[in-house]
């Protein structure tokens, strides 16, 4: 995974505010998950069938992550959250887990991928 990815968490924590948006349509680019590599070794046994989740959905960029959001259909926000849902508390565990060190790449993934799921319309 780039290392701006973590930039990106770090400056969304603190509240830095976000460039402009270049999501790509969900339907018709092939996912954006060529976006980010994630490093399966570098996420916890139990996560790690999450990972292709977590590449497409973990935008670190507000705007971005926010238009992906919105151009998803309802049946694909839908079954991210039905994936999601039984290991909600198992990634913010492991994310928690990183205290005030700084934060993994693949770990940021999954973090932009709970933000996607809370900014998700019902």
Known sequence: MNRPLLALAVASILGAACGGSSAEDPQTSGDVASRYEIDATSVPDD???LI???ARWGIGDDLERADYVEQASAADREALRAAVQPHQARITAWLDSFGT???SDEAAAFMYMQL???EMPR
Request: charged fraction near 25%.
């Open 47 to 49: 996560l790690r069938s």
């Open 52 to 54: 292709p989740l977590a």
């Open 101 to 103: 060190d700084p934060m």
């Open 116 to 118: 996607a799921i809370e």
